[in-house]
């Protein structure tokens, strides 16, 4: 039976840089399914255990090949789990603690990937599709990563951070492999020559398991570090207090497994419940819709954007109504990444007959915290904090507000924010509580109501964008002299990316420009961060230091 190398010691680089114990938050295991011990590896609790138990011939992962469902059982997920695991330590050489970074789509592949480096008791860094590689090399570098597992087809950009000559070269990366990829070298053709046994290397609950990355308002990456019982612990919350799956429930959406909403939703939720999850690797309304009928999928996560365009699709009264989609399996729908409008709730329940559960999590607290049943919905509200967790609305000195009053949300339970080597570690932690950055309002029954951000950070059809870095991407382009960037109020996706431009002398603010302006922001960082609206403007207001006033911004394009 392989296991990591015992002999060598254990990369500590993560837990040296957790921040000071006086700036954790207080951690609440109050529930008896919370109390876990002392050693445990989450992907042993989700897999091994559950072949262990007899689940082995269960559907575990449905995926489409040639337009076709497949499956793999419990029993075959874990074989494959088993060999990648054992060439990350025989052939890569990786022990306990070393970082990966994980770059794929939603697919088979990547869900082994993930699981093995848990498993091998390495430190998952899984990263989204859409990132460039000035971004990856902003990861690479602040989590001293050294090797990684990438889809082929993503190989570009994080090539280009071991190419010496680039200005994105992070020199720490020494190995990539690659899967998806039917070439000489690739994971697949690596996991051929072994034989499938591994043993999970026996780490602590609270050893470090994955580092998720997310955008602070500078734009500068902030590592969000989770233990084992963090992930088992989020499995053993939201899913079972509001979700209750069953064995037999199929899970879908469009979440990435980079995402820790995604990474719930479509992988570690339903393998905790002994489920199946269907993966396909990109998803439009249209084809998220025929997925849940070809695979009868009952449970479905997505971003309130999605379900806004899937309702007017299924509407039976739409002309473009597809008989095809049948959804008589669907059941549940889970709404997170952004406030859910209520416009969008009660048009998605008219044309599917679904009350969409709603719920409000953040990468610091790996998944969601406050929520609600079908049958607990009050309009407007997010919901109640759930079994395990606490919540309240603060004022700017950190007394909790009456009811009716708007403030700063507060959290607390078994997961929480550890950020990996920041400062901003003693702005998102006060007191013992997690403030999560939204601004709520809670009634006299104790339901929340979502108001706003509280920071500049834009949330755009379930995407966390920093203002900032899109401007530092705008002021690099030869027309632009200052530019300003909020977030636009948006029907369809929540927010959109507004940017306020002053040109240079000599350039025009028209048509061709904003295009040309837009195209150049696409190029070089994650699409999604685009502005989708440019206004031109004389002159940006400021401070009299000069610090720009967003909120005026926000005031002007309000007017």
Request: with cysteine; aromatic share 8%.
């Amino acid at each position: 039976m392989t296991t990591a190398h015992p002999s060598s010691p254990p990369d500590t680089f993560a837990r040296d840089r957790l921040p000071p114990a006086k700036q954790w938050p207080e951690l609440r295991f109050d529930l008896p399914e919370l109390q876990y011990p002392a050693r445990l590896n989450a992907a042993a609790e989700l897999l091994d255990r559950a072949v262990a138990e007899g689940d082995g011939r269960r559907p575990a992962i449905w995926m489409p090949v040639d337009g076709q469902p497949m499956v793999a059982t419990y029993a075959q997920l874990q074989h494959r789990v088993n060999r990648i695991a054992q060439v990350l330590v025989e052939d890569f050489g990786l022990v306990p603690g070393n970082r990966v970074l994980l770059r794929g789509p939603n697919n088979a592949m990547m869900a082994a990937c993930w699981l093995a480096v848990i498993k091998a008791g390495l430190i998952a860094v899984a990263t989204m599709p859409l990132l460039r590689a000035k971004e990856l090399k902003q990861m690479i570098d602040k989590a001293q990563i050294t090797h990684a597992l990438c889809s082929q087809p993503l190989w570009q950009e994080i090539a280009t951070c071991t190419n010496p000559n680039s200005e994105h070269y992070a020199p720490t990366l020494k190995r990539i492999g690659y899967f998806d990829d039917g070439e000489g070298g690739s994971i697949e053709e690596l996991v051929s020559f072994k034989s499938g046994e591994f043993t999970a290397v026996d780490t602590a609950a609270d050893d470090v398991a994955l580092i998720a990355f997310t955008s602070g308002t500078t734009g500068e990456p902030k590592g969000t570090v989770h233990f084992h019982r963090d992930i088992i612990a989020m499995c053993d919350c939201f899913p079972r207090s509001c979700l209750k799956p069953t064995k037999t429930d199929i899970f879908c959406g469009t979440p990435p497994i980079a995402f820790t909403f995604g990474l719930g939703g479509m992988l570690a939720f339903p393998m905790r419940a002994r489920a199946s999850t269907v993966l396909v690797e990109k998803l439009s309304p249209d084809l998220l819709l025929q997925t849940i009928a070809r695979f009868k999928a009952t449970i479905c996560f997505t971003a309130p954007t999605f379900y806004r365009q899937m309702a007017m699709l299924a509407s039976k009264e739409n002309p473009q109504h597809n008989p095809q989609y049948k959804l008589a399996s669907l059941k549940k729908c889970v709404s997170a990444g952004e406030a859910l409008p209520d416009a969008t709730r009660q048009q998605f329940k008219a044309a599917t007959g679904i009350e969409i559960i709603d719920g409000i999590g953040a990468t610091e607290m790996m998944h969601i915290f406050i929520s609600h049943t079908p049958q607990t919905v009050r309009r407007g509200a997010t919901g109640k904090p759930i079994p395990g967790y606490q919540a309240q609305v603060q004022d700017a000195n950190g007394k909790e507000c009456p009811p009716g009053t708007v403030g700063k949300l507060a959290v607390k339970g078994p997961t929480g924010c550890r950020y990996l080597d920041d400062p901003r570690q003693a702005s998102y932690v006060r007191k013992g509580w997690n403030l999560t950055g939204d601004a709520y309002m809670m009634d006299a029954d104790g339901y929340f109501f979502y108001q706003a951000r509280t920071d500049d950070m834009i949330i755009s059809a379930g995407y966390n964008i920093a203002g900032p870095e899109v401007e530092s991407c705008l002021l690099t382009h030869e027309a632009v002299a200052e530019c300003g960037v909020i977030g636009l109020a948006d029907e369809e996706r929540g927010q959109i990316v507004k940017a306020f431009v002053v040109l240079k002398a000599g350039y025009y603010g028209n048509q061709a420009m904003t295009k040309t302006l837009q195209d150049y922001v696409k190029k070089a960082v994650a699409p999604y961060k685009y502005p989708r609206k440019i206004e031109y403007v004389e002159s940006l207001p400021r401070t009299e230091t000069g610090k720009l006033q967003r909120f005026r911004l926000r005031q002007q394009a309000a007017a």
